[in-house]
């Protein structure tokens, strides 16, 4: 069933599930949104360093292979992340306030029912808001999570990360919702470089409320036990299934920019550049090639043999340099969490009351 709220006009699903009713939002694009959008990924391919935005691995196709990826012997940050909020869930609840969960970039939830097994066991109701650019992935992961849970109603919000924050603050069940918990999970955050990552956390700290606490993931920097094969290998697994995720971008922006990328003409390439501390994951082209696209502002753009598209970058970090941005933008820094290894951490903070 389909619906317009009354908050904005976006398009609501509703399905009845066991417990409460699950909506999923799809925040409208506009058409002057979709322009801009072609505009920009038009500018990183043309760019000295041609570039997309690592958000375009993500149709419903490049939403299962990440969770196939997450699943490999080689990719330690799912299971490690995990490990560690294995070991949080019980005291969570004693240890900040919520009853609302707000997490970004959900994909299929699976590390947040750690948490909802946890909240169903102390029998502590909360309404969980899921936001991802994947609409089909939060769908039926946002059905599904109603179903299994008694103590959870939720509301997913499809879109990007801005736009959907800017949607749970105006909505009424988020304004009278009381204390909420962000999550940030499985390293996303080293997505972004330096100088949008401090525009990211003042964008979410502008949104939340004093008293809200929030929960980010972050990937260790390699060290003495932590050598930086072992997180070259993590992208660079063994079945080939990270290739298929980073070649899928171009089927997605073909979709979208109604272009003609080949990709049997690229092929996948996952290094660790050790002087910005980052995991890059590039396309290599295999041949001189041309592109073609209605929406390219100039001539259809040129790739000479053995240049490259980067498609993503995954920043490693020290806690400490990790740390400091968010303190600076006004948190409080409450704990870090980590592994045995120190692998991975997750960091927990609290907008200042
Ligand atoms: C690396 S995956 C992490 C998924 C999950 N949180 C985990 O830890 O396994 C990143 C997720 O963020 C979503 N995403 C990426 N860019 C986004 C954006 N700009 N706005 C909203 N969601 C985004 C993707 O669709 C994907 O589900």
Known sequence: M????????????????????????????????????????????????????????YDAHGSQLYEAITQTRAYYPTRTEA??????????????????????????????????????????????????????????????????????????????????LKAWARHPKAQHGGPALFMFLGGTIGNFDATSKSAFIDMLHGHMRPGDAMLVGFD?????????????????????????????????LNRILDSDFDND??????????????????????????????????????FAQGTTIRTEISRKFHPAPFTAPFTEAGFKHLATFEDTRQYFGVLMLLKKP
Not at 25 to 40: F, G, M, V
Not at 95 to 116: D, H, M, P
Not at 228 to 235: D, F, L, N, P, T
């Open 265 to 302: 003409g690229w092929q996948h390439q996952a290094f660790y550049n050790t002087d910005a501390n980052q995991i890059e994951m590039h396309l290599l082209s295999r041949r001189q090639q041309t592109v073609h696209s209605p929406y390219f502002e100039t001539a259809p753009l040129t």
């Open 83 to 164: 490990g560690i909020l294995r070991a949080l869930a019980n005291d969570l609840p004693q240890r900040v306030r919520f009853s609302q969960i707000v997490e970004l970039g959900s994909g299929s939830s699976a590390k947040t029912r750690i948490l909802f097994d946890a909240l169903q066991r102390q029998n502590q109701a909360v309404h969980y808001w899921p936001i991802d650019v994947s609409h089909r992935m939060l769908e039926a992961t946002a059905t599904a999570l109603a179903h299994q849970y008694d103590t959870l109603s939720v509301t997913g919000l499809a879109g990007d990360y801005a736009g959907a």
């Open 220 to 252: 260790r920097a390699p060290h003495a036990s932590k050598p930086v094969w072992r997180i070259e290998q993590a992208y660079n697994d063994e079945a080939g299934l990270t290739a298929a995720f980073n070649l899928n971008c171009l089927t997605h």
């Open 2 to 57: 389909s619906s317009p709220t009354a908050f904005c006009a976006c398009t609501a699903t509703e399905h009845t599930a066991k417990a409460a009713p699950t909506t999923v939002i799809q925040l409208p694009q506009a058409a002057t949104d979709r322009a801009a959008e072609r505009r920009q990924i038009w500018a990183g391919l043309s760019a000295a360093q041609p570039e997309i935005d690592s958000r375009y691995f």
